[in-house]
């Protein structure tokens, strides 16, 4: 470093991107200067009284939240050194490579970016939360969320995301990899509210303390309100906020990395093009493509006599939905989230009658504050708001809801579904109940990356276009929504950056010390999206179920009774097998062979090119435990209504053990009776989440098989049944 600069570069903000971009450049044997506007929180000065000027807003008091209203949509932000970690829910995920549109480019994809996450990992000290070490159980909202689903085709969606915790003995003090003293999580459920007792793995304990630990110089009290090119770097100019009347500061430096969070970002380069045309030749792409992250929540209020669900850290599991919406997929995650009681107490501190609130609550609802939680939802919204500069040079946004509306109503949807299942209330916040304004935690976009400075911002290592040394890393830099929670996406993405900004720089050889200790992190967040989307291909298009009940005549032996219940996942994959494979399962009486046995296999209804109208291919085991199939055959020969009705309603079946020494075979007819046949009909359901989607895939069902039975013609039958074919099978034989 020349004498004509402060630092080799100036990092401004001290969030996800900031903090990696100071520790990385520090170690890399640069001086920096990290800028943050806020101050260092310590162990125990996290606000708690039920009181606004207690540090809870910035506005306020320089406090830990800086709630930012643009217009459609308002962000919530914290101030402090550490950023977003502070507040944030301490989850780290990855996008799962599927959800991920063509606005992501090949740098930004699981591909190139998963060795990053795995550093990032490390750095962070991640793992799933375990059980209370107060109670030695896993918390009552855990269970709770995970036994929501645990019955239900989509069980394997929820999963225990990694989340940058310290856990073990809440009362022993011992350091993590970068020497910063951590003990084990309380339980306490105030992750979002800033970490009192000192087990949240924040970025001032991490990347930040590697900073530090590196040389890196922490300047707090320092808000930037402008840049300027100079002398081959840049001016940094900062205001403190302590004291407006105190002169403002110049910093400067051959590098300067802008990380104070995709509002402050965009804002501040918004006013360098716009208002102080210090940087003119910004890209006109500025601003563009802003996302919330398809953040949405919601309330649940449990009823009756229910256990705590304000313990454990802020969120525990993560459920992982992919829902169709008319004609395209809606993926989105589901998470539940400890409501902190000092929270809590705010917020009823703010409201007026709390005395009759109480009384209410207590006597009439028959519920407390600590039967409440959060759920929070985050997925693809459409990513194409604007963020510009209102009168007063401030950031406003434009945003068009309707685009996500799919998202919106499959999210708000999810609500009755919850509360059916949990027994709860659940209630929207007044911003979108009343206002239609969607609140944010999650601000993402607005400095595209990509090579031509038409269509983005910044290169891909955040270098910005038109002005060498000027490089963003923060969420701003992330082209549209993540899914899922992107603090670990913009931590990837920025030692990605900063590794390639000190390979540029003269180290081509450089690589951050901590590689060596890496090793590759779980991903239970893949495993959840995985299933939902073989799931979703099975269930296209919305499933349906019907039931039937079949025995042989009055008086014939052996009497069989076959009861079976069909379940069709999906009628899109349905209808383009073609066999037409439909799972059966149910019971089976034969006489003198198995009373009331569990039986299953499947129903080839109507296969193409076959002659017969449907083929039964089921097995089970007799009283005895020894195994039997049976096969058996619809036909029909004729479309007159008589002939039509009996071919459909008379199975010609043949039930065999599977070995020969086990019993005899029987041939015999098993019919479907006029009061099986009205339960029948009566029976069949569409599987969809709404009426419309169960009604529509009931009427597909309902075509296809009335098409299907009347163009059916088998030729004359032989003698006995003929020889079955399972679906996607040869001759009948054992499965």
Known sequence: MTSQYDADAIVVGSGFGGAVAAARLAQAGFSVIVLERGRRWGLGEFPRASKLDDGWLWELDRGLYDIRWLDSMASVQAAGWGGGSLVYANVFARPFEETLDHRWPDHLRRKELDPYYDLAAHMMGVGPVGDDPRTGKTPPRTQLLEQLLAHSDKAEATVRPNLAVTFGDPDTWRPNVHGAQRRGCAFVGECVIGC?????????????????????????????????????????????????????????????????????????????????GTLPRLSRSLGHGFSGNGDFLTLAELRGDREDMTTGPTITTNTVLDVPEGRRPVWYQVQDGAFPPPLNDLLDSLLPARKARDWWRRRVRGTNPRQTFAVLAMGKDSGKGR??????GDATLAWDNRWQAALYRSQVRVGPAVAKLLDARLYNPFTWSVLRRTITVHPLGGVRPGPDPATSVADEAGEVHGYPGLFVMDGSVLPAATGVNPSATILAASERAIETVIHRSGQPEWRAPEWDAVVPAPVPEDAAFTS?????????????????????????????????????????????????????????????????????????????????????????HDDEGNAWQLTGTKTVRSRNPVELLTGLTHLRTEITPLDPGTGESRRLVLTIGAADLVRLGTSISGKGFTLTRRLRASARFASFFAGSALRRRSPAPTDGPRTTTSPGKGPSSRR
């Open 196 to 276: 009192n007792h000192g087990a949240k793995n924040t970025l001032d304990h991490t990347y930040l303390t590697a900073a530090e630990n590196a040389g890196a110089r922490a300047v707090t009290d320092a808000q930037v309100q402008r840049i300027e090119p100079r002398d081959n770097g840049y001016t940094v100019f900062t205001s403190t906020p302590s004291d407006p009347d105190a002169p403002r500061r110049e910093w400067s430096a051959p590098r300067v990395v802008l990380a104070a969070g995709a509002v402050a970002t965009n804002e501040l380069l918004l006013r360098s093009r716009d208002i102080h």
């Open 387 to 392: 963020l510009r500069l209102d009168a007063g």
């Open 532 to 620: 939902q989307s073989k799931l979703r291909n099975a269930t296209k298009g919305d499933g349906l179920v019907f039931q039937e009940r079949m025995t042989t005549g009055r008086g014939k032996h052996p009497r069989v009774v076959l009861t079976l219940k069909a379940e069709i996942p999906g009628m899109d994959p349905f209808l383009a097998d073609q066999a037409h494979t439909v799972p059966m399962r149910g019971s089976i009486d034969v006489e003198d062979v198995a009373t009331r046995a569990p039986i299953a296999g499947t129903l080839s209804l109507f296969p193409r090119g076959r002659h017969e109208a449907m083929s039964y291919a089921l097995d089970f």
